[in-house]
């Protein structure tokens, strides 16, 4: 059994890692929902009384969002222009890995950590597009 992922497949499978880390955040969400308890009737309006570091997993969550769309194109864009190679899957995986870092330092509350791993997540997607076009 082969265990190698290649540069094309990494592309993909980053796409849908990146798509779990979207929702990662939301599990520190959930348990902040269940300390105060759930409201099904107004479930968006718990908002304000969800302590502090579930605040901040929300804003994680709703910011992955917003950058897993570039993330996916700038992915997607790498895989049909067939440019796959090592340089693209240093980006994902830096990419990855980022993002990971930047829920945690932003539930962990340290924005001057948090700041450079967003900034390293653009850079990635920064790269993957570049790939593309040169």
């Not at 969800?50 to 993330?71: C, G, I, M």
Request: some cysteine; glycine content about 6%.
């Amino acid at each position: 059994m082969n265990f190698i992922i290649t540069p094309s497949q990494l592309l993909l499978y980053g796409i849908a890692i990146a798509a779990g880390l979207v929702y990662l955040p939301y599990i520190v969400v959930a348990y902040g929902r269940l300390r105060i308890g759930i409201d099904m009737n107004a479930p968006r309006a718990m908002f304000d009384r969800l302590p502090d570091y579930a605040k901040r997993a929300t804003w994680a969550h709703q910011n992955s969002f917003e950058v897993f769309a570039l993330f996916a194109a700038a992915a997607l864009t790498a895989y049909v222009t067939n440019v796959a190679s090592d340089r693209t899957s240093l980006y994902i995986i830096a990419f990855l890995v980022a993002r990971f870092l930047f829920n945690l330092f932003y539930i962990l509350d340290l924005p001057w950590l948090r700041s450079p791993m967003w900034a390293i997540g653009m850079v990635c997607i920064g790269g993957l597009f570049s790939a593309s076009l040169f």
